[in-house]
């Protein structure tokens, strides 16, 4: 059973800078996709950026330049680098396992973690 636990999450002021990271398990071989998603009040679980095993990534329009993805393929590690944060970016931030290709469509996520929260300030 595939596993992902997230940490990292907390308050940053607008303009800083903030690091989450995703830890998985349970794979039983090393073609896998590992996704952030996140879920603002009132608003539905978009897509932010995913990697794959292959190190291929895919961006929201929304984060793109701003947010780096990456993964330690060795410790089955994902990170996600958030930079230049807005206050827009005020979300519970999940991490979520998929197969290849690279993809941010919610439906093609089985397995999340529980979710941690990112609050920027003004």
């Known amino acids: 059973q595939v596993q992902v636990v997230e940490s990292g999450g907390g308050l940053v002021q607008a303009g800083g800078s903030l690091r989450l990271t995703c830890t998985a398990s349970g794979y039983t071989d090393n073609f896998y996709t590992l996704g952030w998603f996140r879920q603002a009040p009132g608003k539905a679980r978009e897509g932010v950026a995913a990697i794959d095993s292959d190190g291929k990534t895919l961006y929201a329009d929304s984060v793109q330049a701003r947010f780096t993805i990456s993964l330690d393929n060795a410790r089955k590690t994902l990170y996600l680098q958030m930079d230049k944060v807005k206050t827009e970016d005020t979300a519970m931030y999940y991490c979520?396992?998929?197969?290849?290709?690279?993809?941010?469509?919610?439906?093609?996520?089985?397995?999340w973690g529980q979710g941690i929260q990112v609050t920027v300030s003004a």
């Open positions: 979520g396992s998929s197969n290849p290709p690279v993809t941010i469509r919610e439906p093609d996520y089985g397995y």
